[in-house]
């Protein structure tokens, strides 16, 4: 069976959670865990119809995720300013009733069309 250029795209969703909420905040880890669960299931919610989206809910079996650290707010709001000028799909998600920019998650994208944006942010730890 011929494998198609589709089923050779490898569709990552990226999300940059700011690590200053455990290691400076002291946030519990779930809190943390939980600001992340909320913007990816938002970024999916936002760009449902997306075929790219589509196409990654098509396998659940096999997402892709990658969890990368912003330093703090400056260096996550950063980002998404970044992104939002490069039309790169994605959700800042804020904390309420604080109004804290916690996290982001991007929409599914095939990894080389986002990755340029990310080079600079390491994996979660």
């Keep these: 069976m011929a494998v198609t250029a589709s ?4 569709l990552v969703q ?9 290691h400076t905040m002291s946030w519990p ?6 600001q ?5 299931t938002a970024a999916i919610h936002l760009f ?3 075929p790219d ?8 079996d ?15 709001s950063n980002l998404a300013l970044t992104l939002s000028e490069k039309g790169v799909s994605h959700k800042l998600w804020m904390e309420q009733p604080e109004n804290i920019p916690t996290c982001l998650a991007l929409k599914p994208y095939p990894k080389e069309t986002v990755q340029p944006f990310l080079r600079k942010f390491k994996l979660f730890k």
């Design 7 to 10: 089923a050779q795209k490898k």
């Design 14 to 22: 990226y999300v940059v959670v700011r690590s200053d909420l455990i």
């Design 29 to 34: 880890l779930g809190a943390v865990i939980t």
């Design 36 to 40: 992340a669960c909320h913007a990816t």
């Design 48 to 50: 449902y119809s997306d």
């Design 53 to 60: 989206t589509q196409e990654y809910l098509a396998d659940l």
């Design 62 to 76: 096999n997402m892709h995720k990658v969890v990368l650290e912003a330093k703090d707010q400056d260096s996550l």
